[in-house]
């Protein structure tokens, strides 16, 4: 595999001399970032808008249908104009620089996060050894922003809303860490692509989940973790609608608000493209070894796009199954959270990776 | 039980304070009496009233357990009384009670209920509050519709509306 | 924990409290106080427009001091200036979500004022029948704005399927959606258009399996009982002692109705008929007289509100639905104290009158009143999540707790 795809795509078109080596790096980095920016602003798009339409649907209703014709689809961008020209409120009395870092921090840990994610055997951001623990340790991250946002905003609901926050994040952070050791265990990489090739046997159906009895279970409790690091219903206390007005988003507003909004689907589809690569298999279905012994390598573009393709339309499913939950769940009280967290969550992680590893070295 | 044995058993337990009975009557032409429609009360002596109202509560055949409502009224504009209200309901005997308490306008105060019923708290705030009666014992007699500093008794027939609040004026 | 006040004001007790188990706090070097926090005048919770200041440790609230008055428009001082029947469309606005069953209230008063007065029969079905229809429209809201405050953005939205069929009806038989001032003094305002009891029929069949629909979303939805059970026990006494009455009431366990033990208009032959079933809570997820409780007496006097109608249906004949009252009504002298069963518990009108077209009094008892009142026993002990179950539970309406 190539070191630094972008790189060597721009050297491939034969620069002239007088560019310096690292001139060309830098403007690899930069299309790089601007992709990835370009990308998640499109993928935060689609989700509001997947997100409006599923709810809708679940409640009986349409959603949006007006704005651009077919079924609404640009109404995510008519809101983001929208929010782009509110007029930028501050609360007086609120920690200036603070409430202005907050979101920027949010979203630029989300993005740094997404950095690591793949987008096929031959095309990357960043390959890391350590893939998943990077996607983790930048992942919390955001909580730092979240918590800022609810002091910055000097409001008592804002408070309430951000201690919320501290406590569920850090309490699920156990169980998420824990609960992703077993498919690592069993696949035996960080590496998010070394983790999809493990999974290529079986004409692509060697996925995590059948390799190994404990992880299935260690999968349910990586989604409840997941759900409560997002902050996604039932275990949406830190924005609770009903009872903190808008917990700690409650001072935010405009393009501010929206930067929270972008984190929050961004993080999604992140634990989803998480969730899809360790558990089930990411680039591997059926499909993808087809392709790839029709032509030939992973280098090929059409598997490259094959690739892509599916692993997007798993990690779009993961994403529509926490829509699903969000609209049918309530909420959970947050002393009921933490207890799940660590008198449930984490003992049964605890045995699962014990389970796996017990099975590792028996079967193995 | 109809009124009628209702006030039969007070009489009986000599219930403290208990004055007289009203009950709907027809006109009467020669007695140039209009005539009264409606519920029968019971009048009540309001320095007794919550002896009155625990021997509602406690006797057995009675057993009104619930205050429904407390208020008061202002019969006649250029009156001198103010007549407070209460109506008690029995949940098993499936049977209400009406009483009326008179008080001088003048000094318009009278035993608090909460004694007996801690429904009545809330109800007496809003009684005191809208007709300037005082309940001795209220543990807690602040205005609750009403801002704080409001100046007057709005439901007394006498009340004159005032036409500026705080500087904002109505004119 | 007493809150002193002065003049309305909250101040902060002394520390080192005493705890509810017995103890004395044991105050630390680190100083902290409790945060006073301000739930309302505005606020997705409160049902209204009602201001509670909580003071809270944390997400435990250690205290609790409602504060009303933000709606209140002076009912009873206008029903002293207003001529009767002039007064009928104030008495659609305290609880404006059961507006049917506030006319009805007001007419029952005053008609019991007027002796001579009959109420034809046909008048007397209709109006039973719209008010309870308009019971389910109110307890459609209770249950999905219920779920709304727990955090289940769904059912609101089901309900509301159904209350806009609800509305619909009601705008057909009197224009209007939401304040309906048809139910007037002496029948109703108009006879029913053709075609209209068939609809509510259809109605009827419609809602019941709707009804399964509901019970099985958010009812017995398992984290919706863990968020309601065992939180806001009202025992017996309290309830009583507090007056509560309605769903409040029956929710711990008390069996009691005013439709059923002290009828009025028919209902006295519907529960004669069997027609009348009064659901009362049991405890069945937790303890008795807790929020699920009252939750679902609410959703099952949905469902049992239906027979009632289906009895009305059958039983309705032609003939006036207006009874021989004039243009300006003159009331003879008396005093009246009459109490409905209101979805939200006993709504009282005293009226009293002295022969002339305007009452001298006319006091209204609103069940959300009193309903209120146990918010400040209730509430502190409890979180700051469980607080909104318990005002959610009490499903008041800022309108006639204000009036």
């Not at chain 1, 249908?65 to 104009?81: F, K, L, N, R």
């Not at chain 1, 992680?349 to 590792?360: K, Q």
């Not at chain 3, 106080?33 to 505005?42: A, R």
């Not at chain 3, 009303?68 to 659609?92: F, M, S």
Request: with cysteine.
């Amino acid at each position: 595999m190539e070191d630094r795809p972008i790189l060597e795509i721009l050297r491939s078109f034969g620069p002239p001399e007088w560019v310096p080596e690292w001139a060309l790096w830098l403007t690899a980095a930069g299309i790089g970032v601007g992709m990835l920016v370009a990308f998640v602003s499109l993928l935060a798009l689609f989700s509001i808008w997947m997100e409006r339409k599923v709810a809708g649907h679940i409640q009986c209703r349409y959603g949006p249908m007006y704005a651009g014709g077919w079924h609404g689809w640009a109404q995510t961008i008519a809101d983001g104009v929208k929010l782009l020209l509110k007029e930028d409120i501050i609360p007086t009395g609120s920690d200036k620089p603070l409430f202005v870092l907050a979101p920027a921090i949010v979203l630029a840990s989300i993005f740094a996060a997404l950095v690591v994610m793949p987008v096929s055997y031959g095309f990357y951001f960043a390959e890391m050894d350590l893939g998943v623990f990077t996607i983790l340790a930048l992942g919390s991250t955001t909580t730092i922003g979240v918590i800022m946002a609810g002091w910055a905003s000097n409001s008592k609901w804002a408070i309430y809303g951000a201690m919320r926050e501290a406590a569920q994040v850090i309490a699920y952070e156990i169980p998420l860490g824990l609960s992703l050791l077993v498919p690592l265990m069993a696949l035996g990489t960080f590496s998010l692509l070394d983790a999809s090739s493990a999974q290529a046997g079986w004409y692509g159906m060697n996925w995590a989940v059948f390799q190994n009895p404990f992880v299935f279970p260690a999968f349910l409790i990586f989604a409840t973790a997941a759900l409560a690091e997002t902050k996604r219903a039932p275990f949406d206390l830190p924005e609770a609608e009903s009872e903190l007005v808008a917990g700690f988003l409650t001072e935010y507003s405009g393009i501010r608000w929206s930067f929270f909004f972008m984190e929050e689907y961004a993080a999604m589809f992140l634990m989803s493209v998480v969730g899809s690569i360790f558990f089930f298999g990411g680039f591997e279905t059926p499909i993808t070894a087809a392709a790839r012994s029709m032509f030939g390598s992973n280098d090929h573009l059409v598997v490259q796009l094959i690739c892509a393709l599916t692993l997007l339309l798993k990690s779009f499913f993961g994403v529509f199954l926490m829509m699903w939950l969000r609209w049918t769940l309530p909420r959970i009280r947050i002393d009921q959270v933490m207890t799940m967290g660590y008198k449930y969550l984490t003992p049964l992680s605890l045995l699962c990776v014990l389970g796996a590893a017990v099975w590792e070295l028996i079967i193995s | 039980m109809d009124f009628q044995a209702i006030h039969d058993r007070l009489r009986a337990i000599e219930a403290p304070g208990l004055q007289a009975a009203d009950e709907p009557r027809e006109p009467n032409k020669e007695k140039k009496d209009p005539g009264r429609s409606g519920n029968p009360f019971v009048t009540v002596d309001p320095a007794r009233i919550v002896e009155f109202l625990t021997v509602c509560r406690d006797d057995s055949k009675l057993d009104f357990r619930i205050l429904i409502d407390l208020t008061a009224t202002d019969p006649k504009a250029d009156g001198e009384e103010l007549s407070v209200l209460f109506e008690l309901l029995s949940i098993r005997k499936k049977h209400r009670l009406s009483i009326k308490a008179s008080i001088p306008k003048s000094d318009a105060s009278i035993q608090s209920a909460t004694a007996v019923y801690r429904a009545a708290q809330w109800h007496e705030r809003e009684c005191g509050e809208m007709y300037g009666i005082t309940f001795v014992g209220h543990p807690d007699p602040r205005n609750i519709l009403l801002p704080d500093d409001w100046v007057g008794y709005p439901l007394r027939k006498d009340y004159e509306f005032p036409t500026e609040y705080n500087g904002i004026s109505c004119e | 924990m007493t809150i002193e006040q002065q003049k309305g004001a909250l101040t902060l007790g002394s520390e080192g409290r005493v705890l509810p188990s017995g103890e004395r706090e044991f105050m630390m070097d680190v100083s902290t106080s409790d945060l006073e926090v301000n739930m309302g005048p505005q606020h997705p919770a409160t049902h209204g427009v009602m201001r509670i200041l909580l003071r809270t440790d944390g997400e435990l609230v250690t205290g609790a001091q409602p504060h009303l008055g933000y709606l209140h428009r002076c009912a009873e001082k206008i029903g002293e200036n207003v001529e009767w029947l002039q007064y009928l469309p104030y008495t659609d606005r305290y609880d404006y979500l059961a507006a049917m069953n506030n006319n009805l209230g007001y007419s029952l008063a005053v008609e019991a004022l007027m002796p001579g007065l009959e109420i034809p029969r046909r008048a007397t079905l209709i109006r039973t029948i719209c008010a309870e229809i308009n019971r389910i429209a109110s307890h459609l809201i209770a249950f999905g704005t219920y779920g709304l405050d727990i955090g289940a953005f769904t059912p609101f939205f089901y309900a509301f399927r159904e209350r806009e069929w609800i509305q619909a009806l009601f705008e057909k038989i009197c224009g209007a959606r939401l304040t309906y001032s048809y139910i007037r003094i002496g029948g109703v305002f108009n006879d029913a258009p053709p075609g209209w009891l068939q609809e509510v029929g259809h109605f009827c069949d419609v809602f019941e399996q709707k009804w399964q629909e509901y019970y099985d979303l958010l009812v017995v939805n398992h984290v919706f009982v863990k968020r309601t059970a065992d939180i806001g026990v009202i025992p017996e006494e309290m309830a009583l002692d507090f007056g509560l009455t309605g769903p409040m009431l029956r929710g711990s366990g008390v069996d009691f109705d005013l439709r059923r033990d002290m009828p009025y208009m028919v209902y006295k032959e519907i529960s004669d008929a069997g027609a009348l079933k009064v659901p009362i809570g049991r405890g069945e997820m937790g303890t008795l007289g807790d929020c699920w409780d009252r939750l679902f007496v609410r959703v099952q006097e949905m469902k049992e509100s239906l027979a009632v109608i289906r009895w009305c249906l059958d039983s309705i004949e032609p003939g006036p639905v207006l009874g021989d009252v004039p243009k300006v009504i003159k009331v003879p002298p008396g005093e009246a104290y009459v109490g409905i069963e209101n979805p939200r518990g006993e709504l009282g009108h005293y009226v009293s009158s002295d022969g002339g077209k305007v009452a001298t009094r006319c006091r209204v008892r609103g069940p959300s009143f009193t309903n209120l009142a146990v918010l400040e026993d209730m509430m502190p002990g409890t979180l700051l999540a469980d607080s909104v179950a318990i005002i959610g539970s009490t499903d008041i309406v800022v309108g006639e707790t204000d009036r």
